[in-house]
């Protein structure tokens, strides 16, 4: 996943960078650095940023009820 999805993704969800590496359980330097593309998420976080992005897919899909 590029730096930029990955925010997007944060973004997506509503969630700050805090937010977003307590869900992931890592901390916000780590999520800092992702966005920033100073690290490269490793295959084990890429594969939790992927269940990720397809649980707020899914959201997507979901319309309000009225």
Request: aromatic share 4%; net charge positive; hydrophobic share 35%.
């Amino acid at each position: 996943m590029k730096p930029i999805e990955i925010k997007q993704l944060r973004q997506k969800l509503g969630l700050t960078q805090t937010q977003f590496a307590l869900a992931l359980g890592c901390k916000k330097g780590t999520i800092e650095n992702y966005e920033q593309a100073k690290r490269k998420p490793s295959e084990v976080f890429e594969a939790r940023l992927g269940k990720l992005a397809k649980k707020a897919a899914k959201l997507d899909k979901v319309k309000p009820v009225e």
